[in-house]
C-alpha cells in the first residue's frame, strides 16, 4: 500500500470512521441496557447482556480507534481504487426508490421499472433483450405466486398486482 | 443392528416420492448456485426457505441441505472451467484445476472433484450416523452454562477464522448479538430495541438479514468490476481419471475426507477453512511440491474432498446439539424452528423419522450429484456463459420475492435492501458479515443460557469454570482471543483466515 493511501489522524481514514461509527453503537446499545435495567446477577434483567454487549462494542471499537490513529489505514478512495463505484450507488439508488415505490404502486408497478433500470444502468444490455426480461421476469413471478401459490403480493393504490 | 433399523427407516422416508423431488430441487439448485459465481448456498438457502413452508419438515430439511451439499460440488466446475469460484469453498480448486483445464485435462479435473467429494461425502455421512447419536446421548447432559460456553466458542473460532482484524471480526458478532435481541425479551416479554414499531416485536427476520448481507450485497460488489470469463471452450472429455490419476489421487481423498470432517464438525469451522487445509497438507506431503499451482491433480482432489466432508460434519454439532457451528447450519438452524423441530440432543430419538430420514437423503442426493455433476457438464459449462449483467437483475428480483415470501411483509424486504447497503460498504472497509450473521441466530440462545445459569447458580459466575466442558470451551477461546497478540501465532491466523466464513 503506497503512503498517500494509508493516513493517521486524518477525516478519510476509513478504519478510524469504522471505529468511530462502532462506538457510537456501542454507547447506544450500553444506553438502551441501562434503561432496560441491568437486574443482579443472580437475576439478570433484559438490558443485561445488551449493556455488557454494548461495552464490549465501545472496547472493540476503540481498539479499532487506536490502531487507526497509530498505525494509520486506508482513505476511503484506496477502498475504492479501480472500482467502478458509480455502478453500485446506482443500484442502491434503484433499490431505495423501489423500496418507497413498493407500497404504492404495488409489485409489478415496481418491480418492472426496477428490472430494466438494472438491466440497463449496469453494463447495458441492449433494448430488445432488456425489455422483454424486464417485463417477463416480474410477470412470471408474479403469476406463480399470485395464481398457483396464492400469496398476497402489494396491489399499490391502483390495485394491480 | 439398531443402527441398520434406524437407516432403513430413514430411507423409508428418505425414498417417498415427495421427499425425492425436494432433494432432487435441492441438489439441483445447490450445483447450480455453486456454478454461478455470484450467488451461493447461503442466498439461495435463504431464498428457498419461505418454499420449504408448504412442505413436512423432512421435505424442506431435505431440500435446504441438498442446496448446501449440492454446492460444494458446483462450485468446482466454475473453479476448474472459468478459475472464477462459484462459492468460498472452491477458490482453492482454482489454483490447479483451471490450471489442468488449459493443459486440456479438464475432463479428469471434474472427474476426480465430483468423485472425490462423492466418496468423502459417502464417508461423512457413514460418520455422522455413527457419530451423531452417541453424541446425543452425552449433549443430554449439558447445562446451560456448557451450551454458552460452547457457543461461545463458536463465535470466537469463526472470528479467529474471519480475514482479516479479528477486533473488527468480534465488533461483528457483538453487533449480531445486539441484532438478534430486538423485539421481546423472552423471559420478561419486555420489548427491546423496537423503536415502538410492531414490525420489530417479533425481531428482525433471519432471512432479510441474510439475503441483505449475502445476497445484495454482492451483487452490488459485483457490480463494481467487469467480471471477465475466460471459459474453457475445448469439448470436455475423458470425464472418468486413468489410473495414474487414481493413484495420485487416492491418498488426497483419504487425507482430505477425514481432514475435512473433523474440520467441520469444529464450531466455526467448515468447507473454508478445510479445503484450504487440505491443499496446504497435501502441498507439505508432496515429493513435487512445485507441481502444485501447475496443475496437479493433488490439488483438487484433496480440497474437493475436504469440503464436501466438512459439509457433512457440520450437521453433527446442529443435529446433536442444537448449535449451527457456521452460518449455513444456522440457516438450517432456522429452517427447523420454522418447521416447529428443535435440533439438540433429544432430536434423534423424539424425531427419529426426521434424522434418519435426512441422512438417507443425503446418501440419494450423493448418487443424484453424481449424475448431476458428471454426464450432464455440458448443460452446467453452457449456464457458465450467461452474462452476469442479466443474472444479477434476476438475482435480485428472486431475493425480493424471497424476503417477502418469508414474512407476507413489504418491511423485511425495506430491511433487507437496508442489510444490503449496509453490508456492501462494510465488506468495503473491511468487515466481513459472517460472524454478525452466527452471533444474531446464536445471540437470543446465548443469552437465555447465561441468564439460565447464572439464575441456576445463584450469580456464581464460576459456575462456567467449574463444569469441565464448559471449562474446556471457555479455555480455547481464550486462547484463541489471546494468541493473535503472539507474531507466530499471528501468522498462522493469516495463512488459514477465510474469505467468508461459510
Same mark, same amino acid.
Given at each position: 500500500?503506497?503512503?498517500?493511501?494509508?493516513?493517521?489522524?486524518?477525516?478519510?481514514?476509513?478504519?478510524?470512521?469504522?471505529?468511530?461509527?462502532?462506538?457510537?453503537?456501542? /454507547?447506544? /446499545?450500553?444506553?438502551?441496557?441501562?434503561?432496560?435495567?441491568?437486574?443482579?446477577?443472580?437475576?439478570?434483567?433484559?438490558?443485561?447482556?445488551?449493556?455488557?454487549?454494548?461495552?464490549?462494542?465501545?472496547?472493540?471499537?476503540?481498539? !479499532?480507534?487506536?490502531?487507526?490513529? *497509530?498505525?494509520?489505514?486506508? *482513505?476511503?478512495?484506496?477502498?475504492?481504487?479501480?472500482?467502478?463505484? *458509480?455502478?453500485?450507488?446506482? /443500484?442502491?439508488?434503484?433499490? !431505495?426508490?423501489?423500496?418507497?415505490?413498493?407500497?404504492?404502486?404495488?409489485?409489478?408497478?415496481?418491480?418492472?421499472?426496477?428490472?430494466?433500470?438494472?438491466?440497463?444502468?449496469?453494463?447495458?444490455?441492449?433494448?430488445?433483450?432488456?425489455?422483454?426480461?424486464?417485463?417477463?421476469?416480474?410477470?412470471?413471478?408474479?403469476?406463480?405466486?399470485?395464481?398457483?401459490?396464492?400469496?398476497?403480493?402489494?396491489?399499490?393504490?391502483?390495485?394491480?398486482? | 443392528?439398531?443402527?441398520?433399523?434406524?437407516?432403513?427407516?430413514?430411507?423409508?422416508?428418505?425414498?417417498?416420492?415427495?421427499?425425492?423431488?425436494?432433494?432432487?430441487?435441492?441438489?439441483?439448485?445447490?450445483?447450480?448456485?455453486?456454478?454461478?459465481?455470484?450467488?451461493?448456498?447461503?442466498? #439461495?438457502?435463504?431464498?428457498? +426457505?419461505?418454499?420449504?413452508?408448504?412442505?413436512?419438515?423432512?421435505?424442506?430439511?431435505?431440500?435446504?441441505?441438498?442446496?448446501?451439499?449440492?454446492?460444494?460440488?458446483?462450485?468446482?466446475?466454475?473453479?476448474?472451467?472459468?478459475?472464477?469460484?462459484?462459492?468460498?469453498? =472452491?477458490?482453492?480448486?482454482?489454483?490447479?484445476?483451471?490450471?489442468?483445464?488449459?493443459?486440456?485435462?479438464?475432463?479428469?479435473? @471434474?472427474?476426480?472433484? #465430483?468423485?472425490?467429494?462423492?466418496?468423502?461425502?459417502?464417508?461423512?455421512?457413514?460418520?455422522?450416523?455413527?457419530?451423531?447419536?452417541?453424541?446425543? =446421548?452425552?449433549?443430554?447432559?449439558?447445562?446451560?452454562?456448557?451450551?454458552?460456553?460452547?457457543?461461545?466458542?463458536?463465535?470466537? $473460532?469463526?472470528?479467529? &477464522?474471519?480475514?482479516?482484524?479479528? #477486533?473488527?471480526?468480534?465488533? %461483528?458478532?457483538?453487533?449480531?448479538?445486539?441484532?438478534? &435481541?430486538?423485539?421481546?425479551?423472552?423471559?420478561?416479554?419486555?420489548?427491546?430495541?423496537?423503536?415502538?414499531?410492531?414490525?420489530?416485536?417479533?425481531?428482525?427476520?433471519?432471512?432479510?438479514?441474510?439475503?441483505?448481507?449475502?445476497?445484495?450485497?454482492?451483487? &452490488?460488489?459485483?457490480?463494481?468490476?467487469?467480471?471477465?470469463?475466460?471459459?474453457?471452450?475445448?469439448?470436455?472429455?475423458?470425464?472418468?481419471?486413468?489410473? #495414474?490419476?487414481?493413484?495420485? =489421487?487416492?491418498?488426497?481423498?483419504?487425507?482430505?475426507?477425514?481432514?475435512?470432517?473433523?474440520?467441520?464438525?469444529?464450531?466455526?469451522?467448515?468447507?473454508?477453512?478445510?479445503?484450504?487445509?487440505?491443499?496446504?497438507?497435501?502441498?507439505?506431503?508432496?515429493?513435487?511440491?512445485?507441481?502444485?499451482?501447475?496443475?496437479?491433480?493433488?490439488? $483438487?482432489?484433496?480440497?474437493?474432498?475436504?469440503?464436501?466432508?466438512?459439509?457433512?460434519?457440520?450437521?453433527?454439532? &446442529?443435529?446433536? +446439539?442444537?448449535?449451527?457451528?457456521?452460518?449455513?447450519?444456522?440457516?438450517?438452524?432456522?429452517?427447523?424452528?420454522?418447521?416447529?423441530?428443535?435440533?439438540?440432543?433429544? %432430536?434423534?430419538?423424539?424425531?427419529?423419522?426426521?434424522?434418519?430420514?435426512?441422512?438417507?437423503? %443425503?446418501?440419494?442426493?450423493?448418487?443424484?450429484? @453424481?449424475?448431476?455433476?458428471?454426464?450432464?457438464?455440458?448443460?452446467?459449462?453452457?449456464?457458465?456463459?450467461?452474462?452476469?449483467?442479466?443474472?444479477?437483475?434476476?438475482?435480485?428480483?428472486?431475493?425480493?420475492?424471497?424476503?417477502?415470501?418469508?414474512?407476507?411483509?413489504?418491511?423485511?424486504?425495506?430491511? %433487507?435492501?437496508?442489510?444490503?447497503?449496509?453490508?456492501?460498504?462494510?465488506?468495503?472497509?473491511?468487515?466481513?458479515?459472517?460472524?454478525?450473521?452466527?452471533?444474531?441466530?446464536?445471540?437470543?440462545?446465548?443469552?437465555?443460557?447465561?441468564?439460565?445459569?447464572?439464575?441456576?447458580?445463584?450469580?456464581?459466575?464460576?459456575?462456567?469454570?467449574?463444569?469441565?466442558?464448559?471449562?474446556?470451551?471457555?479455555?480455547?477461546?481464550?486462547?484463541?482471543?489471546?494468541?493473535?497478540?503472539?507474531?507466530?501465532?499471528?501468522?498462522?491466523?493469516?495463512?488459514?483466515?477465510?474469505?467468508?466464513?461459510?
Amino acid at each position: 500500500m503506497s503512503d498517500e493511501s494509508n493516513v493517521k489522524l486524518r477525516l478519510n481514514n476509513s478504519e478510524l470512521w469504522g471505529g468511530l461509527i462502532g462506538l457510537a453503537l456501542g /454507547v447506544f /446499545v450500553v444506553w438502551s441496557g441501562l434503561r432496560l435495567k441491568l437486574g443482579a446477577i443472580n437475576d439478570p434483567g433484559s438490558g443485561y447482556v445488551l449493556f455488557y454487549t454494548g461495552l464490549l462494542m465501545c472496547v472493540l471499537a476503540a481498539t !479499532i480507534i487506536v490502531a487507526a490513529v *497509530t498505525e494509520g489505514g486506508p *482513505t476511503f478512495g484506496s477502498r475504492w481504487k479501480d472500482a467502478r463505484w *458509480t455502478k453500485p450507488l446506482l /443500484v442502491i439508488a434503484a433499490l !431505495i426508490a423501489f423500496s418507497l415505490a413498493l407500497d404504492r404502486l404495488g409489485f409489478l408497478l415496481s418491480t418492472i421499472p426496477l428490472m430494466l433500470l438494472l438491466l440497463r444502468l449496469v453494463d447495458p444490455v441492449r433494448w430488445t433483450l432488456a425489455i422483454p426480461i424486464a417485463l417477463l421476469a416480474p410477470l412470471g413471478v408474479w403469476w406463480v405466486l399470485k395464481r398457483m401459490l396464492l400469496i398476497q403480493l402489494p396491489s399499490g393504490i391502483f390495485g394491480i398486482g | 443392528m439398531e443402527t441398520l433399523l434406524n437407516v432403513g427407516q430413514g430411507f423409508g422416508v428418505a425414498l417417498m416420492p415427495v421427499n425425492l423431488l425436494y432433494c432432487f430441487i435441492g441438489v439441483f439448485i445447490g450445483t447450480l448456485v455453486g456454478v454461478l459465481p455470484g450467488i451461493g448456498p447461503i442466498s #439461495a438457502m435463504s431464498l428457498l +426457505l419461505p418454499i420449504t413452508l408448504s412442505g413436512t419438515p423432512e421435505s424442506g430439511i431435505i431440500m435446504m441441505a441438498g442446496i448446501y451439499y449440492g454446492s460444494m460440488y458446483g462450485g468446482s466446475t466454475t473453479s476448474i472451467l472459468v478459475n472464477i469460484p462459484g462459492e468460498a469453498a =472452491s477458490v482453492v480448486t482454482c489454483i490447479d484445476g483451471h490450471q489442468m483445464a488449459k493443459q486440456g485435462r479438464a475432463g479428469p479435473a @471434474l472427474g476426480i472433484s #465430483a468423485l472425490g467429494s462423492f466418496i468423502a461425502g459417502t464417508f461423512a455421512l457413514i460418520a455422522l450416523m455413527l457419530v451423531a447419536p452417541g453424541l446425543a =446421548s452425552v449433549a443430554i447432559a449439558f447445562g446451560p452454562a456448557e451450551y454458552f460456553s460452547l457457543m461461545v466458542l463458536g463465535l470466537v $473460532v469463526l472470528t479467529f &477464522l474471519t480475514q482479516g482484524s479479528m #477486533a473488527k471480526a468480534l465488533l %461483528m458478532a457483538c453487533i449480531g448479538i445486539v441484532l438478534g &435481541l430486538i423485539g421481546l425479551d423472552s423471559i420478561t416479554a419486555m420489548p427491546r430495541l423496537t423503536f415502538g414499531r410492531l414490525e420489530l416485536i417479533d425481531g428482525i427476520g433471519l432471512v432479510p438479514v441474510v439475503m441483505g448481507l449475502f445476497g445484495v450485497a454482492e451483487v &452490488l460488489i459485483n457490480t463494481e468490476k467487469l467480471i471477465k470469463r475466460d471459459v474453457i471452450n475445448a469439448k470436455i472429455t475423458h470425464l472418468l481419471p486413468n489410473k #495414474a490419476d487414481w493413484k495420485a =489421487s487416492a491418498g488426497p481423498i483419504g487425507r482430505g475426507t477425514i481432514l475435512g470432517f473433523f474440520l467441520g464438525i469444529l464450531p466455526g469451522g467448515g468447507s473454508v477453512i478445510s479445503s484450504f487445509a487440505s491443499y496446504a497438507l497435501e502441498k507439505r506431503l508432496s515429493k513435487t511440491p512445485e507441481r502444485f499451482g501447475n496443475g496437479a491433480i493433488e490439488g $483438487v482432489a484433496g480440497p474437493e474432498s475436504a469440503n464436501n466432508a466438512a459439509a457433512g460434519g457440520a450437521f453433527i454439532p &446442529l443435529m446433536t +446439539l442444537g448449535i449451527p457451528p457456521n452460518v449455513v447450519m444456522a440457516l438450517l438452524l432456522g429452517a427447523f424452528i420454522v418447521h416447529g423441530v428443535q435440533p439438540g440432543p433429544l %432430536m434423534i430419538t423424539q424425531n427419529p423419522g426426521l434424522f434418519w430420514g435426512i441422512v438417507a437423503s %443425503m446418501y440419494i442426493g450423493n448418487v443424484m450429484l @453424481l449424475v448431476l455433476n458428471l454426464p450432464l457438464i455440458g448443460m452446467w459449462v453452457q449456464l457458465l456463459k450467461l452474462p452476469y449483467n442479466i443474472l444479477f437483475p434476476l438475482i435480485i428480483l428472486f431475493t425480493i420475492i424471497g424476503v417477502y415470501c418469508s414474512s407476507n411483509n413489504v418491511f423485511d424486504v425495506y430491511v %433487507m435492501i437496508a442489510f444490503g447497503v449496509i453490508g456492501y460498504f462494510m465488506r468495503k472497509i473491511g468487515y466481513e458479515p459472517a460472524p454478525l450473521v452466527l452471533a444474531f441466530v446464536l445471540g437470543p440462545m446465548m443469552e437465555n443460557n447465561l441468564r439460565k445459569s447464572l439464575i441456576l447458580s445463584q450469580g456464581d459466575l464460576w459456575t462456567f469454570v467449574e463444569r469441565p466442558i464448559s471449562a474446556v470451551c471457555l479455555a480455547i477461546a481464550v486462547v484463541l482471543l489471546v494468541g493473535p497478540l503472539l507474531p507466530s501465532f499471528r501468522k498462522k491466523r493469516e495463512l488459514v483466515a477465510l474469505e467468508e466464513g461459510a
